[in-house]
């Protein structure tokens, strides 16, 4: 009852306001204030800079604007053996990761909500938490370390168990596995919280319930928790094609070397290493521009499926 | 309306936070004439990190002894050309940037990032007195994109190995690629250190640029930096050829994935980040060889002694095989040195670019110290008026081979000040002095010989990189491309075959036959019919 009577209260307030037609009252202009700078930021990263996606259809040089070229730079981009590898490679790793990265936090949020040893279970989440504040400069410095064929200690343990020593940042075929595995290393335990903090929120008779009926841990997971988290996870897996190609810059650009680029070359370092380190801006803005196109066609992909197949035949937006 | 005028209070903090820590600030007033300078290079003193208390010292000491504002950034080494760019990008740098060769300052000038030096200096006595190959050297149709550092007799590169390791397994010294093959195995298997442990490599290098003459000795020789195979061919009348369409750069790059396959090229060769690191492999006597420049070995030979007091490296000028009878390593010739380059939209920058040659080229006491550091420190002029240069200590108290920490902004340049080549600074060991001075006159008598006799080839002047605006455009993707293609054959993830068709498909796609006929065409050649992509 408590809660229907917080939400209760600014429901009211805005009846009011929107009564007597006020936008602005004593008590929305916190909440405006409150939401303003995000709005600022999002409007100044987002917004303002979209004309600058015509940059796509020019030759533009450090000197400024020197002329509209049409479609030459995607004619170009789309003749490139590397471009189109660059843009598998970066399929490879989102598939890898919407395979394991993203259940990884769901499934650890599941087991720390079965572990009744209240101590245990905060030291287990601070500790799988602290890697996600670790830059990725020092993550991928740190795990080239270790897998160092002649310093890392991973091959210390291989050459003591009398095998030849790996260098596994010279293996293609493993990059993408490596990263996913380190991405969800760095990122698993803070992923985990708002899975958690939905997982507060089941009504504890619901277990009640299912206990009289005689489910187990493992019913009780599929019977109650799973059913209980299913709407964070549509919402969280539908916004996560907003920005499928993101979160991959970083360490991708830290654990890539010449060795792997033919499956660590992916969208964002190809754009990033042609637009801005070899100041072909056009083509980077292409490149840019083809990705921004493939991500938002997923996105409205994937919330149309959601709308013709969900139960309550709903979508997030 | 306390929670408004908190949460106003609170905005305002972190509005005048963000100001504050972005550096919103008033620029120091100075009446000092200004001189904006971007490097990486901080002559033999390492990257600017290191001994930073000693190069520090310089500037501050500069400013005062010639009154003016010098003021210096810093660049790490690693990655340095993509620094400058993202710099340029954005819009953080002005100046001159002190940059790594043509290409770059080519690039930059047909992309609007840097400025035409010839309208600021041309009237300037110092610009009037250079030689006229150091005039043109950076001058591209009219256009002067970079100012030259140098003007001195080309620095040649050898291959440094471990001459004790080869005395240990009883060979000789390498003349052919075959008993090259074969001590890079022996000194991988054959436990050439006699520690009794599996502790060593054959080679080592930094990417292809440590590597050429693994190119050189298949008659496919690379650019002057190893950054891509479009070179003056010395074997095909010194016309552009890109040597990745001949036959014999299949045995070359097998060559490499052999040495790979077997674990006689260290690796993690092609994802070391920088020359220092891979260098610091060989003196440290995990790697027994290296290409690199060649005046570099007594310094290889002096600081592996630091882990290992019987190590000694000898140079090999080049290797032949096969398919190349004679050496082919660059060497010979006037170099002008790295590319000082303008960065458009500087201020004050025809004050700049005077103050940089008034000074540097102007002033004797202001050349020599941009060449050795702080005068009378680290150097003084002796009786005659010849350089001598001071004994000194690095931070952590040994004594000091180097050239005093500067900024390495001045280089050899013969017309102005007689040429003068470092020597090595006793520091009380004559032995060693007589020693060094012995390997450098036999070094280039080598040079000479080899000069002579056609053995060394030189790059034909001014055109170490193709002059063509095609190139510009695509540089860039020619050096990934070449990089790519010699990784992923050495490392075996395809054939050689595979990676040169590939390579071929690639290069077809950007249009590089145009780049070579263009480039030919500036040279008054027709490109070869023989190898066409």
């Known amino acids: 009852m408590a809660h229907s009577d917080a939400v209760a209260l600014p429901l009211d307030v805005s009846e009011k306001a929107r009564k007597k037609g ?30 600058g996606r015509l940059i796509a259809f020019t030759d533009f040089r450090t000197a400024g604007f020197q002329g509209w070229v049409g479609l030459q730079h995607f004619r170009f981009l789309f003749n490139l053996d590397y471009f189109w590898n660059a843009f598998i490679n970066t399929w490879r790793i989102v598939l890898l990761g919407y395979l394991f990265f993203f259940p990884a936090p769901i499934i650890f949020a599941l087991l720390l909500n079965e572990i009744r040893v209240k101590s245990f279970k905060k030291v287990v989440q601070t500790l799988t938490v602290l890697p996600n504040f670790v830059n990725w ?58 899975y958690l903090a939905a997982l507060s929120g089941v009504d504890a008779e619901l277990y009640e319930s299912a206990v009289i009926d005689g489910a187990g841990r493992i019913r009780q997971t599929f019977a109650v928790t799973l059913p209980a988290l299913a709407p964070t996870i549509l919402v969280l897996f539908v916004l996560s094609f907003a920005d499928v190609f993101s979160g991959l810059f970083e360490p991708v650009l830290m654990l890539q070397n010449p060795m792997i680029n033919s499956t ?35 996105l409205l992909t994937v919330n149309w499926v959601t709308k013709r197949f969900s139960s309550e035949g709903r979508g997030i937006f | 309306m306390r929670k408004v005028t908190l949460l106003l209070f609170g905005l305002s903090l972190v509005v005048a936070g963000s100001l504050f820590a972005t550096g919103v600030q008033e620029e120091a007033v100075t009446e000092r004439p200004i001189l904006e300078y971007t490097t990486l290079f901080h002559f033999d003193s390492g990257d600017p990190t290191e001994n930073l208390d000693l190069k520090e010292e310089f500037t501050p000491w500069f400013n005062d002894y010639f009154n003016v504002d010098l003021r210096i950034t810093y660049f790490p080494r690693p990655e340095y050309p993509q620094r400058i760019s993202l710099a340029l990008a954005t819009g953080e740098i002005s100046g001159i940037i002190r940059h790594f060769g043509g290409a770059y300052a080519a690039e930059l000038w047909a992309d609007g990032s840097s400025m035409d030096w010839l309208p600021l200096i041309q009237d300037n006595p110092n610009w009037q007195k250079l030689e006229p190959g150091m005039q043109e050297e950076w001058m591209r149709d009219g256009v002067l994109v970079g100012f030259p550092t140098a003007w001195m007799p080309g620095r040649n590169f050898s291959r440094h190995i471990r001459k004790d390791w080869l005395d240990n397994l009883g060979l000789e010294v390498p003349q052919t690629i075959e008993e090259f093959y074969t001590a890079m195995r022996m000194f991988t298997e054959n436990d050439p250190n006699q520690s009794g442990q599996d502790d060593t490599v054959g080679l080592t290098t930094r990417t292809t640029w440590l590597l050429q003459d693994m190119f050189h000795a298949f008659g496919v020789p690379l650019n002057h930096v190893g950054g891509h195979a479009i070179t003056t061919d010395p074997h095909d009348g010194d016309r552009f050829n890109d040597q990745m369409l001949k036959p014999q750069m299949v045995a070359a790059l097998q060559n490499l994935a052999d040495l790979y396959a077997n674990g006689y090229l260290d690796p993690e060769a092609f994802s070391i980040p920088s020359g220092g690191a891979a260098r610091e492999r060989v003196w440290q006597g995990f790697a027994g060889s290296i290409y690199d420049w060649t ?195 050495t490392t075996g993830q395809v054939t050689p075959q595979q990676a040169l068709d590939s390579y071929r498909s690639q290069m077809r796609a950007i249009g590089a036959q145009r780049i070579l006929d263009e480039a030919n065409a500036a040279l008054g050649k027709t490109s070869s019919t023989r190898w066409r992509y």
């Open chain 1, 264 to 298: 660590a070359e992916i969208l964002d370092t190809y754009i990033y290493s042609v637009g801005l380190v070899n100041r072909r801006y056009g083509l980077g803005a292409a490149a840019g521009l083809f990705k921004a196109t493939i991500s938002m066609t997923l």
């Open chain 2, 295 to 489: 005046h570099n070995y007594v310094w290889y030979t002096n600081q592996a002694r630091t882990v290992d007091p019987d190590a000694e490296f000898v140079p090999i000028l080049g290797l032949t095989s096969e398919y190349a009878d004679r050496y082919v390593n660059p060497g010979g010739g006037y170099g002008a040195g790295e590319p000082l380059i303008m960065v458009r939209g500087t201020r004050n920058a025809e004050e700049q670019a005077n103050l940089l040659l008034d000074l540097f080229l102007g002033n004797e006491i202001a050349y020599w110290s941009g060449r050795w550091g702080i005068y009378e420190k680290y150097w003084e002029f002796g009786p005659n008026g010849e350089i001598v240069r001071l004994p000194w200590k690095w931070t952590d108290g040994t004594p000091a081979y180097a050239p005093g920490p500067t900024i390495g902004i001045t280089n050899d340049v013969e017309p102005f000040f007689a040429l003068w080549q470092s020597g090595y600074i006793t520091q009380g060991n004559e032995q060693a002095s007589r020693d060094w001075q012995a390997r450098e006159t036999r070094i280039a008598e080598m040079v000479r010989e080899g000069l002579e006799t056609d053995i060394y080839f030189q790059y034909v002047s001014g055109h170490t990189e193709p002059r063509s605006e095609a190139y510009d455009a695509v540089s860039a993707d020619i050096r990934r491309i070449f990089l790519e293609t010699v990784t992923m054959a």
């Open chain 1, 137 to 194: 400069v020092v993550v991928s410095t740190i795990f080239i370390s270790i897998l160092s064929p002649r310093f890392g200690y991973v091959n210390d343990l291989i050459r003591a168990f009398g095998g030849e020593p790996i260098f596994f940042f010279s293996l293609p075929r493993l990059f993408p596995w490596l990263l996913t595995y380190l991405r969800i290393w760095k990122g698993v335990g803070y992923s985990a919280i708002i």
């Open chain 1, 22 to 51: 006020k936008i602005f009252t004593k008590r929305s202009i916190p909440l405006y204030l409150m939401i303003l700078p995000a709005m600022i930021f999002t409007i100044m990263f987002q917004y303002i800079p979209l004309p």
